[in-house]
């Protein structure tokens, strides 16, 4: 069985970066919306994507922000990949892979057991389910999802091991959930690694 995938999302500082070459993720996140608590300028992305392994993707995250600032970031260098969080059209994802060759993650709001077409009609590369409050939703909603998937939402050493183990997600997505007073604690990331890598 292939190992579960590791995304830690949500860089925000050069100690986070340190943190993510400690654990060596499969990929490490940025936000890119300054809207958002978490968000970063294009200039502190770029130093995280500078200091962060050269192996190691960057994602940067969008909502609904224009073509041109996406595509932007991707031939700049200044991340790898990225992952739409909005409402972004097939087009958009479509026009974005065959123009920057990058890859696409289309995040899938969970809020309901009815999961969006999405699932099965999108062109990205990877699909990532989450929901708006960074809170585990109702996972028997997405179970009977068949297509390969990243888990995000409250991800935790206690919701962890019953995630891995009913839902066997392709990748999980670690953030809110290893964070101590908002920002990354490395005792809650080592763990949540660790514990990923022996049931995974």
Not at 36 to 52: K, S
Not at 57 to 67: E, H, K, R, Y
Request: hydrophobic share 40%.
């Amino acid at each position: 069985m292939m190992a579960t995938k590791i995304k830690l999302c949500g860089l925000r500082s050069m100690a986070d970066v340190r943190l993510a070459n400690e654990i060596q993720p499969d990929f490490a996140g940025v936000v890119l919306c300054r809207r958002f608590w978490r968000g970063v300028d294009f200039d502190l992305a770029n130093a995280i994507r500078r200091t962060l392994h050269s192996h190691i993707p960057l994602v940067g995250v969008f909502v609904n922000d224009d073509f041109s600032t996406v595509m932007t970031a991707l031939r700049r260098g200044v991340v790898d990949m990225v992952q739409l969080e909005g409402t972004e059209s097939e087009t958009y994802i479509r026009d974005l892979m065959l123009y920057t060759g990058k890859p696409v993650i289309k995040g899938c709001n969970v809020t309901g057991p009815e999961v969006p077409d999405l699932v099965e009609r999108t062109a990205a590369n990877y699909l990532l389910f989450s929901n708006l409050v960074d809170e585990p939703f109702d996972w028997n909603w997405i179970r009977h999802v068949q297509r390969p998937y990243i888990l995000s939402g409250g991800l935790n050493t206690e919701n962890l091991p019953y995630a891995l183990r009913e839902l066997h997600p392709w990748g999980v997505d670690l953030s809110s959930g290893v964070e101590t007073d908002c920002v990354k604690d490395p005792r809650k990331v080592h763990e949540a690694v660790d514990l990923v890598r022996s049931l995974g």
